[in-house]
């Protein structure tokens, strides 16, 4: 597998003009995705859950477009794109998927955890393929509509028909992503690639703001200004970043004083080893076992935890703050 970069030149929508995609789920991915799929000028349809229980049938509806049970949209896909929440999609598979899918269609998901896992077993008579946006889908939409995209990648488990890789670009570039470019991976570093970042960035961040609000609150700072340097700090300087290049905002856009404590003492703060450690368990399964048997237990854990971080005196000044400084 190389490093192409595929972008709307590489990729002709025509391999799905006369082909119906079925978006199952319409939420935070599937409504956003949906809408740019049809916006260049694809067929769509929405499966949606039972309209008595959940919300996505009526925004769909709402939206223009044909919504159905998830049965219905399964049998006439050609495409069968699932946006469904991943710990809800075996079940939904098993009852409502599977024995609906037509041979020779492409299955599609935006994550590939339940078919790496084995969650999802597809039959061994359709395109297997992934295509995911970096970015959540209220961001998709709002590149797509800026006549912009966002970044992604897909990934090709299973090619039935012998073009399952260029159905899923078209896909790609109907939700606008090639416009600026997407790559080619594989489901596995697709899900455990996603999991990790997800641990140590997402996770590492998070932690590492309250650390630094809670230190300087706890050694007599003013809590507004402790929860400014804690968030609002790192949201001014990560856009720089990631226009210009770590090494250009350090070197030449941050003062001299940042620099040198960035290259110097920002290193004490990370446990490389314990970084590895989780890269490890990632890809040995352990947190995707985790999480499947904290779903299956109804989240007890995940509930305290919110509790928790919601009673938290970080949570309680940040609220403050953003009524004080306009932010509310």
């Known amino acids: ?29 599937g409504g956003p995705q949906a809408q740019c799929l049809r916006d260049s000028g694809l067929k769509v349809i929405v499966g ?3 309209r008595e229980q959940f919300p996505d049938w009526d925004k769909a509806k709402k939206d223009g477009f044909t919504v159905m049970p998830i049965d219905e949209a399964t049998r006439k896909g050609d495409v069968v794109h699932v946006l ?5 999609q075996p079940t939904v598979y098993k009852e409502a998927i599977h024995s609906n899918l037509r041979p020779n269609c492409t299955l599609s998901f935006c994550h590939g955890f339940n078919v790496l896992y084995g969650g999802i077993v597809p039959p061994e ?13 209220h ?10 995209g966002i970044y992604g990648a897909v990934a090709v488990d ?32 697709e899900t455990e690639g996603d999991n990790f970042e997800e641990q140590v960035l997402y996770g590492g961040t998070i932690h590492l703001m309250k650390a630094v609000f809670e230190t300087m609150v706890k050694n007599g700072y003013n809590p507004y200004f402790a929860y400014a340097k804690a968030i609002r700090s790192l949201r001014s300087v990560v856009d720089v970043m990631d226009e210009t290049g770590i090494e250009e905002y350090i070197s030449k856009l941050s003062s001299r004083t940042c620099e040198f404590a960035v290259r110097t003492n920002g290193p004490r703060v990370i446990n490389y080893n314990e970084i590895q450690k989780i890269f490890e368990e990632t890809e040995r399964g352990d ?6 048997q904290e779903w299956q237990l109804g989240l007890p854990h995940l509930h305290r ?3 928790t971080g919601a009673d938290s005196e970080m949570e309680k000044i940040g609220k403050e703050w953003r009524k004080q400084f306009g932010e509310g």
């Open 1 to 29: 597998m190389g490093s192409k970069i595929y972008r709307d030149k590489d990729v002709n929508l025509d391999i799905l003009k006369n082909k119906t995609i079925a978006v199952l789920g319409y939420g935070i991915q």
């Open 48 to 50: 949606a859950g039972p």
């Open 84 to 88: 469904l929440a991943d710990p809800v």
């Open 125 to 137: 008579n359709v395109n297997v393929v992934l295509f995911v946006p970096n970015a959540p889908g």
């Open 139 to 148: 961001l998709v939409r709002e590149k797509f509509l800026s006549g912009s």
């Open 158 to 189: 299973r090619d039935v028909t012998g073009d399952a890789l260029n159905i899923i670009l078209a896909l790609a570039k109907g939700a606008g992503s090639t416009r600026v470019g997407v790559v080619e991976i594989s489901f596995q570093e």
């Open 287 to 292: 947190f995707a076992t985790r999480w499947m």
């Open 305 to 307: 935890m919110r509790r």
